[in-house]
């Protein structure tokens, strides 16, 4: 096989995978708008309502723990030798 040949193998199978993928995208294109008009043709169901949101309660003795051993960790010290007084969010 030469190369001219080799190219157009190569620059056919391309444009035969860019092609199928437009196909593709056309066909999700005409499917997302065939299927809501044909759901839209039945009844109607009301929309259901959210609940309400579970109250947040922050416990950051987790997060305390894992930022001063990542400190530890890079200052190669035991934890023992470290006072952190504070962490705030930056």
């Given at each position: 096989?030469?190369?001219?040949?080799s190219?157009?193998?190569?620059i056919?199978?391309?444009?035969?995978?860019?092609g199928?993928?437009?196909?593709?995208a056309?066909?999700?294109?005409v499917?997302?708008?065939?299927?809501?008009?044909?759901?839209?043709?039945?009844?109607?169901?009301?929309?259901?309502?959210?609940?309400?949101?579970?109250?947040?309660?922050?416990?950051?003795?987790?997060a305390?723990?894992?930022?001063?051993?990542?400190?530890?960790e890079?200052?190669?010290?035991?934890?023992k030798?470290?006072?952190?007084?504070?962490?705030?969010?930056?």
């Amino acid at each position: 096989m030469t190369l001219a040949e080799s190219v157009l193998v190569s620059i056919m199978g391309f444009s035969i995978v860019f092609g199928m993928l437009a196909f593709l995208a056309i066909v999700i294109l005409v499917f997302s708008k065939v299927f809501p008009a044909l759901a839209g043709k039945g009844q109607k169901q009301p929309a259901p309502q959210a609940a309400a949101p579970a109250p947040v309660v922050e416990d950051k003795s987790e997060a305390v723990a894992i930022i001063t051993s990542v400190i530890c960790e890079e200052l190669n010290a035991d934890p023992k030798e470290l006072s952190i007084r504070g962490i705030r969010e930056v």
